[in-house]
């Protein structure tokens, strides 16, 4: 293999990385030929002469500083961008890169549409002992907690948020990890063509980039490497076995893309087995006593929800309509009500999903609404959801070490210096976790991906998810939707033991006997509206609930309402 196909794979290994940064945590980005043209450009003009301080120090600086106008590239541009997602992101960027190409065209100190010459200094080391860094960073960001953060984002990004995850934070510190690879890339590129030219950082550039990593496959560390790898090696392949005339070569190349693409939709890297994180050995307590972060629950009976006058309207839908309601410490809740009363969309409120229209919320010293999602879930609320929001390409163990989020420490500095301490921390999440998902009956469903569970074990991984955070709150919706019997009576028995334990229940279902079983008071909501409030026994002899839910006297404990109608 020549000496200019090593570098340049290593080179469009590189470049690959920049777009796996976002793409890991679900952001498509075609920004990243501006950010190393930018990159490449001020380190070639800024950067002083090798002959001057040598070779390796002139090249370290350059790249120094292609990385950090990479990087400010990326804020900059991503301040206002971060916003949006999917296609609009990849157009936005796309015109960002388009518009530094054209300003670099046009500017004098970089020869204009000539380019720039720059003196020769990357050899096939350099580049792959920058490859080695910039694949160990990834490697180590991967396992870490906020690599899983970035791929719950990417997974889930509303349930990422329900975690405590800041995801505009995590966001913006992908992109910016981003620009300052597409930076280096630019650097090594410009100190190893001699003659750097705006048009090297064009709208094919990106894409070439873009393909790499995703050919490798975006969701593994390993990808971009065997992308880069795949794509910069082919044609040389091609060439070697004597596959000469023009059009062929990039014609079998391109049909090899597509091989991958429709037969190994997650990359090269689908290839490799995927190692799975482990659950410690010996957790067998399953209390939430044995807490990850010391969080003391609020005392019992102080109030720790308050909602008056909570309203919400969806143009002509009045989906909540002034709703007054306190939860005190230890309380556990049940509302219930016919379909559509407002039940999902009181709670979403709670839990800061959804603004209200008018009224006060007060949960846990946070205001939902105001209060940013994530400031909510870290203040101590936790839920599931109606419709399962699982982290699918996760495992179950990952997917409730994502719940853990906001009462583990982050790990992933420290990671890549390679500190006893986040592996000891790490440990202690694994555990934690593995201690949630035994407590619901999924201690031996650890390293199943959440998707391929059974819609049963998908609700009671939702629970363990919710659990690992250690709420002070917890809210259920229709936590026994799709159970049978059994199962909604061992769901029942755990909801019980929790409470037990002094956790604070908010629960939706309609499953009626094990509302009546399970909780201290009930709230009934029917159009929006409290119709009524009390214990079971009270609610249940109401005839206006019977009116509204219960659908008259044929209602017994232990049916769902779907039974009792
Ligand atoms: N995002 C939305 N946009 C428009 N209307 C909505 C939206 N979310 C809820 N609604 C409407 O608000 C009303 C209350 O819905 P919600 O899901 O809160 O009821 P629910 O009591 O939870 O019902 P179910 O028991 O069927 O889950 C319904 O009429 C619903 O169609």
Redesign the pocket.
Known sequence: MSESVLVFIALNAIFAYSFYAVLVAGQLSLGQAGFGALGGFTAAALAPAPSDIGDVPALVIAIVIGMVVGALAAVVLGLPTMHLRGVFLAIATLGFAEAVRILLINAEWTGGANGMSVPKIVTPWMAWLCLALVTYWFWRQGPSSYGRALAAIREDELAARAMGVDVGRHRLSAFVTAGAVAGLYGVLWAYYVRLLAPEDFAFSTAIDGLVMAVVGGSTVWVGPLLGGAFMTSVPEVLRAVGVEAGWIRPFISSALLLVVIIFLPGGLASLLPRRRLRVPAGETDVHLSASESGRTLPAPGETIVRVSGGT?D??G?H??RGVDLTVAAGEVVGLI??????????V?MISGL?PPSSGTFEVLGTTPGRTPVHKVAQAGVSRTF?HSKLFPRLSALENVLVGAHVVSRPTFLRRLLWLPGARRDEARAAAHAARCLARVGLGDRASEDAGSLSYGDQRRLEIARALAAEPSLLVL??PAAGMNHVEADALSELIGSLAAEGLTILL?E?NVGMVMKTCDRIVV?NF?QVIATGTPDEVIANPAVVEAYLGGDEATPGSTTEEAR
């Open positions: 919400k969806y143009g839908v989906a909540v009500g016919p379909n559509g009363a407002g039940k999902t969309t009181l979403n959804v109606q919706d229709e939706i309609h909501l929006g």
